[in-house]
């Protein structure tokens, strides 16, 4: 486990919700700010705020400075090859958004195949779900196993030489399964797909690396991660993206325009047109320097050992039902639950009662919750500040809310 003076660098956690010490385990829809990302926002707002890449003063040197060096500490992050394969977005819906418009409608044509599977974040189904209908193309689900868990096995029987994308998340919002996107990636390229990977779940958890996985883009958000909201990446292959066309057009991402023709900005910039996400992406890179000092095995390894301790305590909850893998290793820091009969916003109102942050809702994966034959769940997910004590209280509140409704119905 980590050191539980890490909870220290946050300080939104030191308060009190409804008369009880503030417990957050809703880090899978956005992690909490450390001091040092908070006091990288507020430097660059009182001393270095200016729009980057065009001046030449000293406040958009710096900017610039702080702006690209962003980019370079998220290339290191996921050992990508080059900088210009790190684009800067809006989140990780942009990402997968751009991937679907730009690379999608330039080389999907009708008949061909879109492979996603049933646990995908909405972000991650709609993009395709629209150019297979813009495209006339077949849009294809692996299916899943009972516990959850994607088999090698039906993963080749699904992608097909007909298949031009296969695009799916790393780590499931929902379910916590930790996919083999690797072994996937490959079977994808021995057809001649491309990989396209969400890997916003992933990224904030555990040690990503581009050249192992061999994916040809990737996407994920920086508020999940401990950075600012309104920030995220896309990576992709340094040759696709320079086939690939813009999807936003403007300023900054421009070479050249004339009345009728214009052309673009080499990599990455052709893909971030207006002004950019400036603070936000200094920001991210604070964020990647707290998180890489902590380490992110560590980091990986201290939620599989709260996740397998919260199943464990969990599971001693009458009437509690836990959805995903039962193995702990094979899953992220996440625990996915429903109680009896009551409804998990009923659930998640008595459980803020008591000062505990949990989310309740279809976790925007509404084809998943028709797969686990049920409207919604309620979720607690843990990331590097959460310990065994939140656990402890939890599972309290649950007990304390089983006790309630028992008494109400």
Not at 59 to 77: C, I, P, Q, S, W
Not at 185 to 210: E, F, N, R, W
Not at 303 to 315: R, W
């Amino acid at each position: 486990m980590l050191n539980k003076e890490i909870r220290n660098h946050f300080p939104i956690l030191n308060q009190e919700i409804n008369g009880h010490p503030l417990v957050y385990l809703d880090s899978a829809a956005t992690s909490q700010k450390p001091v040092q990302v908070i006091e990288a926002l507020e430097h660059y707002y009182r001393f270095d705020n200016a729009n980057v890449h065009r001046g030449v003063h000293t406040l958009g040197n710096r900017a610039t400075d702080g702006y690209e060096g962003a980019r370079e500490k998220v290339r290191k992050f996921i050992n990508a090859k080059s900088t210009e394969e790190i684009i800067f977005m809006r989140g990780t819906t942009t990402a997968l958004n751009t991937v679907a418009q730009s690379y999608g409608r330039a080389n999907v044509s009708e008949g061909d195949e879109i492979i996603i599977t049933h646990m995908e974040h909405h972000s991650n189904i709609i993009p395709w779900q629209q150019l297979a209908k813009e495209k006339g193309a077949v849009l294809k689900y692996i299916d899943l196993e009972e516990d959850g868990t994607l088999s090698i096995d039906k993963v080749r029987e699904t992608i097909t030489d007909r298949t031009k994308i296969v695009s799916i998340m790393y780590v499931s919002n929902v379910l916590g399964t930790m996919n083999p996107i690797e072994e996937i990636t490959k079977i994808a390229h021995q057809h001649g797909a491309v990989m396209c990977v969400d890997a916003a779940q992933a990224a904030p958890h555990l040690k990503i690396d581009i050249q192992k996985l061999d994916c040809d883009f990737l996407a994920f958000s920086g508020h999940k991660m401990c950075g600012p909201t309104g920030i995220g990446v896309l990576y992709g292959k340094k040759d696709l993206l320079n086939a690939m066309e813009p999807v936003e057009f403007g300023g900054e991402m421009i070479d050249f325009v004339g009345l009728y023709e214009s052309t673009w900005k080499e990599l990455p910039w052709k893909f971030e047109g207006g002004t950019p996400i400036i603070a936000g992406a200094i920001g991210l890179g604070a964020a990647i320097d707290f998180l890489e000092e902590i380490g992110m095995d560590a980091i990986e390894q201290h939620e599989h050992e709260l996740a397998g301790y919260a199943m464990e305590k969990m599971s001693e909850v009458d009437g509690l039902a836990i959805y995903g893998p039962t193995d702990p290793g094979k899953r992220a820091g996440l625990v996915t639950f429903n109680l009896n009969d009551v409804h998990p916003h009923d659930l998640a109102t008595v459980l803020d009662m008591n000062g505990i942050a949990v989310r309740a809702g279809h976790h925007c994966a509404q084809p998943l919750m028709k797969w686990l034959e049920c409207s919604a769940t309620a979720r607690a997910s843990f990331y590097l500040y959460n310990t065994t004590e939140d656990v402890d209280r939890l599972v309290e509140g649950l007990r304390t809310a089983k006790e309630y409704f028992t008494d109400v119905y």
